[in-house]
């Protein structure tokens, strides 16, 4: 009973209306005075941020925040993978049969995720995923778990169910149904998907290599091949404007995950997840 009545007002909601009044209100000046109280709720550590609290203008600059220099040491192994965000383990594995687990008796598939043809989803069968959620305390911006060459970036519009433990065992497809901007990247490992998801009150999604609009009315699906530009591992290549999730796709055989991978782990930015050939 209760499941069907969670199912029932997440769907009703109007998710992207009241998203994109949250993104105009974070922008506000008005939206400062929540700063400071926020960062106390969810435990901050203020010691790793860029500014003192109080030179953040709005509430979107403090939760966009950069750190400092020397907070997240990017592991220098040559073949190292490290983490794309500071954030929890939500899945891994091995894509089968062209699926992904979103969590316990609910798959995807990668074709539903990339909005791709048979084609571009058949090269991650067999490969590897890791899907990590970003909780409302973390630092929300996105970097290379390797370095690459950004080839391509598709936007898919759709719904901004909440990404957390609700929206994920409660709506089937999640991943599938929430708008998604996903960078592909040629590298070391083959290609490489980042797949940027929205969520409720997500305000946008914001990427270095280009102008991409999120959730705006009428928005359209589509694909546009990117300069060819490398980016080093670490290297920051978006951010959220508010909690959301990442998931990363790799080709057969190019990644070994490490034992630190486990669900429900929590990862700092730059940290050692794994090592690619």
Known sequence: MINSVLKHVIRLLPQNAISRTAGKWGHSSFSRHIIKPYSALYKINKEEIEKPLGEYPTFTAFFTRKLKEDARPISSGIDTLVSPVDGKVAQFGTITEGALIQAKGINY???????????????????????????????????????????????????????????????????????????????????????????????????????????????????????????KKGEEVGLFEFGSTVVLLFEKDHILLSDKIQPEAHLKYGEAIGTYH
């Open 109 to 231: 598939t990668v074709e539903q995720l990339l909005g791709c043809t048979s084609e571009i989803s058949d090269k991650y069968e067999g490969g590897t995923f890791l899907t990590i959620y970003l909780s409302p305390r973390d630092y929300h911006r996105i970097h290379m778990p390797l370095p690459g060459k950004l080839t391509k970036a598709t936007y898919l519009p759709g719904r901004l169910f909440p990404v957390n433990r609700i929206g994920v065992e409660h709506v089937q497809g999640l991943f599938t149904k929430n708008e998604r901007l996903i960078t592909y990247a040629d590298t070391p490992a083959g290609e490489m998907a980042l797949v940027k998801v929205g969520a409720f009150v997500v305000g946008s999604v914001r990427v270095p290599y280009g102008e991409h609009s999120t959730n705006v009315k009428n928005g359209r699906a589509y694909s546009t091949d990117l300069p060819d530009v490398p980016f």
